[in-house]
């Protein structure tokens, strides 16, 4: 079974910068697009960034520039840049990614997600 772990969340000054990274682990032969998400209390869960296989990223438009996508194939990772947060900003982000098994199924994938509070 495939397992994503996210870390690097945390408490951050407005204005500051974090880094989260997710772990994905199991038997997999590809991965496919990577995706963060992330979830405010009381709205819906929506799309942060994603980046395919080729590398090319994606951002939401209230991104505007400060958080960068990444993934490491080889070490089945994936990183999401945080950087001039905003209280509104604030959120359990999650990773999300297309993954296809030793066994050739391909299948999404979501971690548990790391909560991210951006407060003075």
């Known amino acids: 079974q495939v397992q994503l772990v996210e870390s690097g969340g945390g408490l951050v000054q407005p204005g500051g910068s974090l880094r989260l990274s997710c772990l994905a682990s199991?038997?997999?032969?590809?991965?496919?697009?990577v995706r963060w998400y992330r979830q405010a209390p009381r709205k819906q869960r929506e799309l942060v960034a994603e980046?395919?296989?080729?590398?090319?990223?994606n951002y939401a438009d209230f991104v505007k520039g400060r958080f960068t996508i990444s993934r490491d194939d080889a070490k089945h990772t994936m990183s999401l840049e945080l950087a001039m947060l905003e209280p509104d900003d604030t959120a359990v982000y999650y990773c999300?990614?297309?993954?296809?098994?030793?066994?050739?199924?391909?299948?999404?994938?979501w971690g548990h997600g790391t909560q991210v509070t951006v407060s003075s």
């Open positions: 980046i395919t296989t080729g590398g090319r990223a």
């Open positions: 199991g038997p997999i032969s590809m991965l496919g697009n």
């Open positions: 999300n990614c297309d993954a296809v098994t030793v066994g050739g199924i391909p299948t999404n994938y």
